[in-house]
């Protein structure tokens, strides 16, 4: 029991990271580059792109007008850490003429919200790929988070069960270790 447990607190993060991985890189392939004029769309601003700054949630939109519409590009973004480098990164752009961004090139033009990465980023670097990865976090979040609880909760169970972290002093190195990493998944 105690060499089933150690593979599944050594594994269990590993297969965490594939699952995010593979959604990023699915995002990924499905995103187009493209450019557009964002417009001043609310009364009283000279902004033309949205920083809100006072949600639990970080949000930045704009709107772009096409063939007699208004087409509204929002992004959330949820973090600590993330709050402030959005925030920070994107505040130069907030009165630019034109803004480059990826989008995701399955989705119809006419749906309404679209979300966009990388803005003003024309490669796929590592800001490109992390901020692929702050759209999977946050449109699963709710999962992991559940996911994370019934690991920390079970695995700490059959630590106890097994004799506690006294007697099994690797595994409970590797379960803190592994607690330290989805924390940091999930909140940073």
Known sequence: MKNIL???ILLFPIIISIFCYSKVLDISSKLQFISEMPIIAK??????????????KRRIYFFV?????????????????????VALKNEAFVSENHLS????SSKPDNDN???FFSLNNERKNVAYYSD????????????????F???????GWLIDYLGGVTQHKTLAILFFLDILYFIILLFW
């Not at 007008?65 to 480098?85: A, C």
């Not at 961004?101 to 995701?104: E, L, N, P, R």
């Not at 692929?132 to 996911?147: D, G, N, R, S, W």
């Open 6 to 8: 150690f593979v599944l």
């Open 43 to 56: 009364e009283n601003s000279r902004v033309k792109l949205y920083i809100d700054k006072h949600a639990s």
């Open 65 to 85: 007008k096409k063939d007699s519409k208004l087409i509204q590009y929002k992004r959330e973004y949820r973090g600590v850490i993330t709050n402030w480098r």
């Open 101 to 104: 961004f990826y989008i995701d």
């Open 113 to 115: 919200e679209k979300p």
């Open 132 to 147: 692929i990865f702050q759209y999977v976090k946050e449109k699963y979040f709710f999962y992991l988070l559940i996911v």
């Open 149 to 155: 609880l019934i690991y920390a909760f079970g695995s």
